[in-house]
C-alpha cells in the first residue's frame, strides 16, 4: 500500500489527535490540513491503516467506532457516564488452558472496560451532597 498525501493527512491526524477520534472527527481535522478530500476517502484510509496495522480501530458498544494511532499493545477504559475513552495498561493475561482456549491458540486480546470515572464520580457526589445537604 502507497503512502499517499491523503493516507500520510489521515494517519498524522490519528496520531496527533489528542484522545480517540471517530472517523467524523478525523474527516473534520483533515479537512483543515486538505481541504478536498472526502469522508470516503478519509474512512478507506483508516481501513487500510487498521489493516497495516498503523491505526487501532475500537469498536464502541453505543456510537461510532475510535481511532488510535498508539498501536502498542494496551487496553482501554470507557466512562458510561461521560463516554471518555481511556488508554490503561493491563499485564499480559496469565497462560490460557487448553480448555479455555478448546484447541485454539491464543494470539492476542482486545480489552474494552466499562468504569466510571473519576470525574464523574466526583460530580455526582457533589449534586448528591447539594441536593441533600
Known amino acids: 500500500m502507497r503512502i499517499t498525501k491523503q493516507r500520510r ?4 491526524t490519528v496520531r496527533f489527535y489528542p484522545g ?3 472517523a467524523d472527527e478525523i474527516y473534520l481535522k483533515t479537512r483543515d490540513k486538505i481541504n478536498n478530500i472526502s469522508l470516503g476517502t478519509v474512512y478507506g ?3 487500510g ?12 458498544p453505543n456510537g461510532p467506532d475510535c481511532f488510535d494511532g498508539n ?3 494496551h487496553d482501554h477504559m470507557l466512562c458510561i457516564s461521560c463516554g ?8 499480559k ?8 482456549l478448546d484447541g485454539a491458540k491464543f494470539i492476542g486480546h482486545k480489552l474494552l ?6 470525574r464523574c464520580l466526583e460530580k455526582n457526589r457533589q449534586e448528591v451532597e447539594e441536593t441533600h445537604g
Open 9 to 12: 493527512a489521515v494517519l498524522d
Open 20 to 22: 480517540h477520534p471517530t
Open 45 to 47: 484510509n483508516l481501513n
Open 49 to 60: 491503516l487498521c489493516d497495516l496495522g498503523l491505526v487501532r480501530k475500537i469498536a464502541m
Open 71 to 73: 498501536v502498542k499493545a
Open 84 to 91: 471518555k475513552l481511556m488508554d490503561i495498561d493491563l499485564p
Open 93 to 100: 493475561p496469565p497462560q490460557l488452558d487448553e480448555e479455555v
Open 113 to 118: 472496560l466499562l468504569c466510571i470515572c473519576r
